[in-house]
């Protein structure tokens, strides 16, 4: 079981690869890769750091502690009828975004998010909805 707050079940849409450093990449890879591979994976949503922020880089502000990041995290499970302490494999995760978000959600939900202006988290919710899943990472 993984745990994750709520705006990384939208980051996991758009992961391509990239990130904050080497370590953060090889971690958000490894996680991404499991829920592509095993949709039946089960997570546990939480409030405020979770196993992606383990590896954020430590260089200065830890920005997984920011005010505007648990906003956005409450946002989004709350656009998506999901509660902090909730299990549910990520293949539930996939179809409520399905039945519940849209593409052009991410400019409003995300709209601090620094990665925002690469539309790959627009992207992926499209890939959602086509029922691709998560997308390989090469």
């Known amino acids: ?8 079940l939208f980051c996991l849409l758009g992961y391509r690869g990239m990130g904050y450093s080497q370590e953060y990449v090889e971690n958000m890879t490894r996680l991404h890769q499991t829920l592509r591979n095993d949709p039946k994976t089960l997570i546990l949503l939480v409030s405020g750091p979770d196993q992606l922020c383990e590896k954020y880089p430590n260089s200065g502000e830890y920005h997984c502690q920011d005010d505007q990041i648990f906003d956005r995290d409450a946002n989004i499970l709350e656009k998506m009828n ?3 302490g909730q299990i549910l494999r990520w293949e539930e995760i996939e179809s409520r975004i399905r039945k519940q978000v849209i593409p052009t959600d991410i400019q409003v939900v995300c709209e601090t998010c620094s990665w925002r202006s690469y539309g790959v988290c627009e992207e992926g919710i499209r890939e ?4 691709k899943g998560l997308r390989e990472i090469q």
């Open 1 to 8: 079981m993984y745990k994750l707050r709520g705006h990384h």
């Open 82 to 84: 999901l509660k902090i």
């Open 128 to 131: 959602i909805h086509d029922g």
